[in-house]
Nanobody
Framework: QVQLVESGGGLVQAGGSLRLSCAASGRTFRNYAIAWFRQAPGKEREFVARIVWSGYSTYYADSVKGRFAISRDRDKNTIYLQMNSLKPEDTAVYYC???????????????WGQGTQVTVSS
């Protein structure tokens, strides 16, 4: 049973920073991609960033490139999303997802966490 548990969301002012965590358990993620998605009210879920568990390959949405950084701690089985220079438009529920296909398409990820709210005030 794969479990993904996000934490670290909250309320922050524009220009501030937050670090989200995604604790993964239930299987070996060696060849898996772990991704962060977000969904704002009334909008579709959108890709934010992804990392391949076994290596250091990362990929970002243009909207967050240069501001967000995804990383992983293999010993802790945890993926992080460091978010800097936050903007009000970054406000959303952030989800981590895991899957065997390296992709930005949310439907290709079979495992999802429950999400964590990030609110950026102007």
């Amino acid at each position: 049973q794969v479990q993904l548990v996000e934490s670290g969301g909250g309320l922050v002012q524009a220009g501030g920073s937050l670090r989200l965590s995604c604790a993964a358990s239930g299987r070996t993620f060696r060849n898996y991609a772990i991704a962060w998605f977000r969904q704002a009210p009334g909008k579709e879920r959108e890709f934010v960033a992804r990392i391949v568990w076994s290596g250091y390959s990362t990929y970002y949405a243009d909207s967050v490139k240069g501001r967000f950084a995804i990383s992983r701690d293999r010993d802790k089985n945890t993926i992080y999303l460091q978010m800097n220079s936050l903007k009000p438009e970054d406000t959303a529920v952030y989800y981590c997802a895991a899957g065997g296909v390296v992709t930005v398409v949310p439907t290709m990820y079979p495992y999802w966490g429950q999400g964590t709210q990030v609110t950026v005030s102007s």
